[in-house]
């Protein structure tokens, strides 16, 4: 009869392999999306940055005057810079944002004033007339299979042309409580139109000194672009930038996804162009401002993290973008610099960010190297 001994296991040392179970699956999956969002978090530090040197060195900083102020002049670049992220995603771009814009805040000017229901159809005409100028640059570059750079360029001079015809120079007017209760606070915006008072009403207390402009923007965020990057449409977008012909052997509906992209950009140059003709209460087809909103647009995509070669970002990366450009324009104004610097220091910020870009890339593609 032999002895059989129990078997003792063997006493090893954690392997590599323990230690990768012992990784919270939490901190891997939130590490790898800090990653992914590395462009739209660097946006965001950014701009924190900035705009808080800003408010300290102004002599009002932190007053609810200034954020108004401020949140109204950035508005509308915002909206331009959402405008042209959707293009960009699909690796094209959209030349003509900042001529809708001013198509639109021409056309405001002559709609949005009168009784309730007048200003009701002047606001949806503006905007359906901004959606269908972008469905004309989608129909364009998909049924005439022409490059969006230059299909955009065409059609933004039509659509300059139009803004011209619509106000040879520069007036009109918009109702003008709409006008105040756009550009100032909630609290503002709800004793205008009756809905309130922030003393007395429970709801309307906590919100009351947020500016409109950011309040408004939120919504657009929250209901109109993640709804739209929810769908097979929106989701087709990213595909067609990340590869259009892995995205077309996938059965993905290309033509709906392009004409709905250049639709949804005209839709929110269309916003802007409202806000805009609303802020400054009047119209006017300003050719250079047109053009300086498209150039900054394009600045704050990639400021924002989106890529130009499409596939990887978002409008809210885009936002701040647009946040950080404006900031650099508030600070001109404290700290007493020649405005015709601002170009400089805009190049310089948007040079930094391509840059940071191309280096991920150029990393992205030697890791790709070692697998051919």
Known sequence: MHDVSPTVPVSRGPSPADGRRRTSPALTDWGLRLRQR???VGAIALFAVMYLIYQFKHPKGFSE????QNANEAFALALVAMAQTVPVLMAGLDLSVGAVMTLVGCLASHLVIGTAAEMTFGIVACLVAGAVCGFINGCVVVYGRIQPIIATLATGAVFIGVALFLRPTPGGKVDEDLSWAMTSNVGEFASTYGL???DTTPWLAPIAGLPVPLLLLLVIVLFVWMPFTRTVTGRTVYAIGSGEAAAYMSGLPLTRAKLAAFTMAGLFAA???????????SGNADIPQAGAYTLNSIAAVVIGGTSLLGGSGGAVGSIFGAFVLRTISFAFRIFDVDPLLQPLFEG???LAAVSLSGLGLLRLTNRLEVFR
């Open 38 to 40: 590395s462009g739209l």
């Open 65 to 68: 005057q200034i954020f108004i």
């Open 271 to 281: 916003m802007a162009g409202l806000f805009l003709a609303l802020q400054t209460s």
């Open 348 to 350: 310089l910020v948007l």
């Open 196 to 198: 309130g008072d922030p």
